[in-house]
C-alpha cells in the first residue's frame, strides 16, 4: 500500500514537470497557401516552367518567398492568402529584375474568395481555409504597363483550400 | 504538552507523511522479538494472557463513525488572488468501515484560460463519487488518515471562446492580432475516473486538514463542433486529450454519529500463528 502510494506521489510530482510544451507542432495542418501550377498553353497537358517570377502582395514591397527566394524559377509555386479579408491581390511579375525592360512582365491577379476558421489545438489555435468564390474566383489584368498580359489562361482545379497538397490554380502561358 | 505534541504530529503528517508512516512498523515489531524468545507453547498462553490483561487495565479503544464535510480552501483562495478563477468545493466522507470511506466532493467553477492563441471561458458543475481507503493505523485515539481511493467524476458545462488567433506558418501578410469571439459552446459534458492520494490530519476536536493529489483520466468527452474541451471544471486542463491532474487542500468537521468498540482479541489470535 505504501509503496503504490510513493509511487503515486512520485507520479504526480513528475507530472508538473513533463508538461507538454505549448509549440505548435510544424508538421501540423494549419492554415494552407495556395497552390499554382504552371502549364505550357499550347500543350495543356505539359507542366511548363517560369523563369524568375517574383509575386508581390497587395500592399506589400517584398516579394513572397517561396523555396527560399523571393525569384520563381519552377512550375509549381504556393502563396498565402489574406486571413482577415475577403480578396487578395497580387502582382505576378515575370523576368523580375531583368536587365532588358521589354523581357518584364507584369500581370495582375485578385482573389475573390470565402474564409471558414477552423480550430486546430492548443498550441496552434484556428487555421483558416478558403474556398475560392465559384462566380468570380479570380480577376485578371494587365499591369501598369500596357504591355499585354503574359499569362493566357487561369483555371480553377479546386476551390477548395484546405491543404497544400494539391493544386488549386492552373496557369497557362 | 500534550496539545504541543499533536500539532507537532499533525504537522508532521501532512508534510512528511512518510516519515510518520515509517514509525508506524516499530511497535509490533519489538512485541514479536521479546516473544520469539520463548518457548511456543508458552507464547500462546502469554498472548491470551497479556491480551487479556490489555483489555483489563485500559479503557476500551473506540473508533467513531459519521460524516465529514469540508470545503476546499485552495480553490477558495485561489478566487482571491487570481482574477480569471472562481470556484469552490464542498467534500464530504461517511466512514462506512474500519477502512473505508464513501466519499465525494462537489463543485462549480468558472476559470478563464489565457493562452497564446487562445482565450476562452470554462463554467460548470462537478461531481465525484467513489471511496478512500485509509492505508494509516493510528494510534489510540487518533483519527488520521492517508488515503488511496479512487472516484468517478461528472461534469456539465460550457465554453466560451473569447478570443483566437489563426496560425499561419507563412505570414507573408504580417502576423494578425487575435480575432474577438462571442462563440459559446454549451451543453457540453465529460466523466472521467480519478485516482486519488490524501491525508487528512485531526487538528483539533473535530476539525481536520488535509490535501488529496488526483490523477484523472477521461472515459466520456462531449466535445463541440471546431473547438475541443481544454479545461474541464473538476477535471482541470486536459493534457494530450484525455489526461488531467488535480489538488486539493481542505478543511473539514466531523459530525459524530455513532461509535464503535475495537475488539483486541484478534489481535492476540494474529500474533499466534506468526511463530
Known sequence: ?173 | MKHTLKYFFSICLIFCFLAAAAQEKPAPKNTTNSEGILPEAAVSKAAVKTASSVVDSIPVKTDRYGLRVGIDVFRLARGLYDKDYKGIEVVGDYRLTKKYFLAAELGNENKTTDDDRLNFTSKGSYLKVGFDYNAYENWLDMENVISIGMRYGFSTFSQDLNSFKIYNANPYFGEKPAYPSTERYSGLSASWIEVVAGIKAKVFNNVFMGFSLRLNQLVTNKKPENFDNLYIPGFNKTYDGTFGVGFNYTVSYFIPIYKKKIKLAPIAKKEAPKK
Not at chain 1, 32 to 47: E, H, K, M, Q, W
Not at chain 1, 64 to 79: A, D, E, K, Q
Not at chain 1, 122 to 145: E, I, M, W
Request: some cysteine; hydrophobic content about 40%; glycine content about 6%.
Open chain 1, 1 to 173: 500500500m505504501k509503496k503504490t502510494f510513493l509511487f503515486l506521489l512520485v507520479f504526480a510530482c513528475s507530472l508538473s514537470s513533463c508538461e507538454k510544451d505549448d509549440i505548435c507542432d510544424a508538421n501540423t495542418s494549419t492554415t494552407p497557401r495556395l497552390v499554382i501550377s504552371f502549364y505550357d498553353v499550347n500543350n495543356a497537358s505539359v507542366a511548363k516552367s517560369v523563369t524568375d517570377l517574383t509575386i508581390i502582395g497587395e500592399g506589400m514591397t517584398e516579394g513572397i518567398t517561396f523555396s527560399g527566394s523571393t525569384l520563381i524559377n519552377g512550375n509549381t509555386v504556393s502563396i498565402p492568402l489574406q486571413t482577415d479579408v475577403d480578396a487578395t491581390t497580387f502582382r505576378f511579375i515575370l523576368n523580375f529584375g531583368n536587365t532588358n525592360p521589354a523581357a518584364v512582365n507584369e500581370d495582375i491577379v485578385r482573389l475573390n474568395y470565402t474564409r471558414k476558421n477552423e480550430f486546430v489545438s492548443r498550441a496552434c489555435g484556428f487555421k483558416t481555409t478558403y474556398l475560392l468564390d465559384p462566380v468570380t474566383p479570380f480577376v485578371h489584368t494587365d499591369g501598369a504597363t500596357a504591355n499585354g498580359k503574359w499569362i493566357n489562361t487561369i483555371a480553377v482545379k479546386n476551390s477548395t483550400i484546405e491543404t497544400e497538397n494539391e493544386t488549386h490554380l492552373e496557369i497557362f502561358f
